[in-house]
């Protein structure tokens, strides 16, 4: 069965660099779009970016300059790096399978604290 | 950025009886090849979101026909017909047809 599971760091200093790594099953990455959507006490639900089948990328604008989405095809997972981190940034973020997400990680919890 | 706008911000519902969530759109949702791209999720209680409708009107799968979606270019209706207590948490409209993809506030339901 389809399974997407993101692991990550709990706790991440201001300034340091946010990644996480998704790890999928069930569904070949080359096949569904791969996209990264997170949630924060002051903005709700963001979608961040995502990945295409083929392996090219498309990004939030208002993440751009800090965001890198990628992938290891041959280990079924999937990256979210995120650059420049502020206490905002602080949240619950999410892998989830094809453009409408129609299926979902747990999610991981990111404090941003120094 | 489109913005989408949920209304209302809750609703109380008795069990069996229906509700219904709006949402519009600060822009037309329907794209040249005929596709409304709006979607609608669920995020029960410590959980993720899940899929319920896509493309307006369509049911995701394993979702039950008590759910509909309904709609216009930019105002749109999540119908839940004989709400059942799973049925409780945050619901979210969402668009997908401009980057960046963007979703409501959420509009949460409980049961009285």
């Known amino acids: 069965q389809v399974q997407l599971k993101e692991t990550g760091p709990g706790l991440v200093q201001p300034t340091q660099t946010l990644s996480i790594t998704c790890t999928v099953s069930g569904f070949s990455l080359t096949s569904y779009y791969m996209q990264w959507v997170r949630q924060t006490p002051g903005k709700g639900l963001e979608w961040m970016g995502f990945?295409?089948?083929?392996?090219?990328?498309e990004y939030n604008s208002e993440f751009k300059s800090r965001l890198s989405i990628s992938r290891d095809t041959s280990k079924n997972q999937v990256f979210l790096k995120m650059n420049s981190l502020k206490t905002e940034d602080t949240g619950v973020y999410y892998c989830?399978?094809?453009?409408?997400?129609?299926?979902w990680g747990q999610g991981v919890m990111v404090t941003v604290s120094s | 950025d489109i913005v989408m706008t949920q209304a209302p911000l809750s609703v109380s519902v008795t069990p069996g009886e229906s509700a219904s969530i709006s949402c519009r759109s600060s822009k037309s949702l329907l794209h040249s090849n005929g596709i409304t791209y709006v979607y609608w999720y669920l995020q029960k209680p410590g959980k993720s979101p899940q899929l319920l409708i896509y493309?307006?009107?369509n049911l995701a799968s394993g979702v039950p026909d008590r759910f509909s979606g309904s709609g216009s270019e930019t105002d749109f209706t999540l119908k839940i017909s004989r709400v059942e207590a799973e049925d409780v948490g945050i619901y979210y409209c969402?668009?997908?047809?401009?980057?960046?993809?963007?979703f409501g506030g959420g509009t949460k339901l409980e049961l009285k």
């Open positions: 990945i295409r089948s083929g392996g090219s990328t």
């Open positions: 969402g668009q997908l047809l401009e980057n960046p993809w963007t």
């Open positions: 989830a399978r094809d453009r409408a997400g129609d299926y």
């Open positions: 493309r307006m009107s």
